[in-house]
């Protein structure tokens, strides 16, 4: 489930594996090329490790991530495979959506920024209880 299209110039925020220099970033994603890294930013939620990668639910969590600015939308297909995002609720194992981005002290930044958001059932998985999956973290070939 993809939501209102993605233009050039709309912002993500990473959390996980495409995170600039997180290991287990896939290779085959041109991120570098296809826009730019503008540091990092927090949101609301809770993150959990999903078992070599994270995602992240509804929750009240300060969490950690990377603002990246989308140049080239024909990225977009190669990023939601990877997140293995579908048109199917029921089967999608994310989501993409937009969600209000904070500054290190809560407050809002006035930036809405897509994230790939966990869309399965989160019983039994880990919380990263301070919000931020580490960039070496990475084991899998998932992430947000």
Request: net charge negative; glycine share 14%; hydrophobic share 35%.
């Amino acid at each position: 489930m993809t939501g209102d299209p993605v233009q050039s110039g709309d912002l993500f925020v990473f959390y996980g594996l495409l995170k600039q220099g997180a290991a287990g970033m896939p290779a085959d994603l041109p991120l570098e090329s296809s826009g730019t890294f503008l540091g990092p930013c927090r949101f609301r939620g809770r993150l959990l490790d999903l078992g070599g990668f994270p995602g992240v639910v509804d929750g009240d969590t300060l969490c950690h991530g990377v603002r990246y600015e989308l140049s080239d939308v024909s990225l977009i297909g190669a990023m939601d495979a990877f997140e293995d995002v579908t048109d199917d609720p029921a089967t999608s194992l994310y989501v993409r959506k937009k969600i209000p981005l904070l500054d290190d002290h809560t407050a809002p930044t006035g930036e809405q920024a897509w994230i790939y958001w966990y869309n399965q059932p989160a019983e039994g998985f880990q919380e990263i209880a301070d919000g931020n999956w580490p960039l070496d973290a990475g084991r899998a070939r998932k992430n947000g």
